[in-house]
Every structure is written in C-alpha cells, then in structure tokens.
C-alpha cells in the first residue's frame, strides 16, 4: 500500500473513499490512469480495498479510463477468486479497446492460471452480450496463445456464431476442438446440429448425429427438439439422394426411451423399417433398456429373442440390460440362467454385469447389501 499511503500518509484508506471525504490528492490518481494503476497494483494484497477503491474512482467525473488499469483490476480480482467482481469490471467498465486489453493481458508476465481465468470471463461477457466480433477476437487470441478456453465458452462462442449466422466460423472452431482435445458435451453437439438444421445440412446433421451416438452423451430435451427438426426433413434427405441411417435415428430413439415415451420410440423404428433402414444393435439395446427401465421385461426379452433370429448378435451391453430388467422386478433366477448364456456365448461380464446381480441379490435380501459392496 506504499503508493496509496505516500499520497495520503495520514488517512486510512477506507476512510478516504467514504462519500463524506474527497481530497485533492486523489486528483492526480484520477487524471493519471498509470499512477491509477501503480495505486492499485501497491494495494494488491487487499483485493476487496483495490476493487472499492477502483469502484469509488469510475465514480468521479474527470476519471481518464485505460486498458491498462481495466487490466491491473482484473488481475487482482481474479487471482484472488473475486470472479463476480471480475465480471462486474468487464460488463460495466470495459468499454474501452478489447483487442488493446487482449494484447497488454497477454503481454504481461501472470500465472497461465490467472490469463485464462480473465480471458474466460471477458469471453462469458461477451457471449451473454453476443458482441460477435469481440467474441471471436478474444477466442482467436486465446487458441493462439495456447491458453484454452474451457468448453463451456467453446458452446458459448458456437451459440452466439449460430445465432447470428456465421455457420462457416462456428463450424471452423468445432473442428478445432477435436484438433485441441477439447470433448464435446451435448450442448455442443445440440448447437451444431441446430446449426446445420437452420442451413438446410442434413447431410452434415447426419454424419453428427453418427459422431453423437458414439461419444457416448445422453441427449436431452433440447437435443429432441433440434432431432424432430431433423426427422420432419428426413423425405428431403431421401428425395435428394442423401444417405440416411440408424446413426441418424438412434439418438432420438434413445431419448424417448429414456424419457419412458416408448410408444413414440416404437414408432420411430418402425419408420426406420419403412424407410429401408434397417435398426442396429444399438437401436434395439436402446429399445431394451427402455423396456426394461420401464418394467416391461417380457417385451424386452421378445425384442432380445428377435435380434437372434434376424442374426444379430447380442453383445454384453445386451445382456446387462435384460439382466437390470430382471433384477429390478425381483426375477432374479432369470437374471442368472441369463448369466450363464452370456458366458456360453464367450462375452466377458462386466463390472456392471456383477453389480447389477449383486443388486438383484440385495433387493432380496439374499445377500448383505453393505458387505457385497465392499
């Protein structure tokens, strides 16, 4: 606090920003956005005195704003966990040069922890302000520098792309979060597919919709939307020569099992049958574990026996899912006659294949739920 305390040595500082006391030798502090920035910086160690102090000088009315004391501020902040008071700073008092704020942030020497933090926030502001440019500024400097945003603002930055139509930008920074090893989420992939529905891309929607069954996340309520988008285009796709597949099904088939609309899941394979798609093996374990969540193991097992007679294999997927459908409705002598099939047939039970009997065996009691667990 040496440079607060060489101005005013005699005046604790909170005393000095009270309303009732202004004195002139604040004056110069005022005027002078790099003496400002000196003041703040000897003050660091008090994070919330620096951000009051800051605060009471964007109050006065010969305040001469700078990149650099906009910089010195959040970096204080930030460093401290102050993300909120951070955030204030960039939606109320940044309203000078972002792209000379990006360059002296970068330019400085701080922790790759701390850059990234005030860049994330910079970016969250102006996604929620979608300020497109300024977005795609920040974002560009980030990925250059190597100092990635988390995948929150990679959605972010695609929704404020989609929404303003820069699909050609927004697709251009999907693929670079496989080339970065930033992992999808479902709102990236409900973005994207919103995105190419919009341009009329079915093909594109298509080929994602394969890339969202195999990564493994669960689609959402959102994600049914943006796919009956997609399905009440499907005769487009067909009449223009367009591949569809079980990739392009699956996923919504997969949600309405989920959400217990089975009847609507049953339809949607069979307008895949009409269409001359013919359902994989994930179609109908997607249909089994609805039907078994949802205690219509019979059915279940019907669809598991119709699989081997069309030649499709089970694999061990199949079997946990029939062996949850028992146990669940107590039928646990079922469950391991269906154990001793998966081992006839040389699959490997799982982790979840043991739990799932050894939860069946709780249920009834047959077997110590606390020692099994351990």
């Known amino acids: 606090m040496q440079e607060f305390q060489e101005l005013c040595p005699h005046i604790p500082i909170t005393i000095a920003l009270s309303r009732r006391w202004v004195s002139d030798s604040f004056q110069d502090v005022i005027s002078d956005p790099e003496l400002l920035a000196r003041v703040l910086d000897s003050i660091r160690e008090k994070p919330r005195i620096a951000l009051q102090f800051f605060r009471w000088v964007e109050t006065q009315p010969d305040i001469r704003r700078s990149e650099s004391v906009s910089c010195t501020i959040l970096e204080i902040l930030v460093e401290n966990g102050l993300l909120r008071s951070a955030y204030w700073v960039v939606d109320n008092v940044v309203s000078v040069d972002v792209h000379k704020v990006v360059d002296i942030l970068i330019g400085r020497r701080m922790s790759s922890r701390v850059l990234v933090k005030i860049l994330d926030v910079l970016l969250l502001v102006y996604t929620k302000r979608s300020i497109v440019e300024q977005c795609v500024f920040v974002f560009d400097n980030m990925v250059r520098n190597g100092l990635l945003p988390d995948v929150k603002n990679w959605n972010r930055v695609l929704r404020v792309l989609r929404d303003n139509n820069f699909v050609v930008k927004a697709r251009e920074i999907f693929r670079m979060m496989g080339e970065y090893g930033i992992k999808p989420t479902i709102v990236t992939y409900n973005t994207m597919l919103d995105s190419y529905c919009k341009e009329g891309d079915l093909q594109e ?42 990739f392009t099904y699956n996923p919504l088939i997969c949600l309405y099992c989920y959400k217990g609309l089975l009847d609507e899941a049953s339809s949607i394979g069979e307008e895949m049958v009409a269409g001359g798609v013919a359902p994989t093996l994930s179609t109908h374990n997607a249909l089994m574990y609805g039907l078994c969540k949802w205690e219509r193991v019979s059915d279940a097992r019907e669809r598991f026996s119709d ?30 006659l269906l154990f001793d099939d998966l081992k006839h047939r040389n699959l490997i039970p799982t982790v979840v294949t043991y739990n799932t009997l050894l939860d069946g065996l709780c249920r009834l009691g047959d077997i110590d739920c606390s020692a099994a667990q351990r």
């Open 205 to 246: 929607a298509s080929v994602l919709l394969s890339d969202l069954e195999r990564s493994g996340c669960t689609p959402n309520d959102v994600t049914r939307n943006v796919l009956i988008k997609v399905f009440s285009k499907m005769g487009e796709m067909q009449r223009a020569g367009l591949k569809v597949s079980a």
């Open 307 to 336: 699989m081997l007679r069309k030649n499709i294999t089970p694999d061990i997927v199949s079997f946990n899912t029939l062996l949850y459908g028992y146990c669940r409705l107590g039928n646990i002598g079922q469950a391991f």
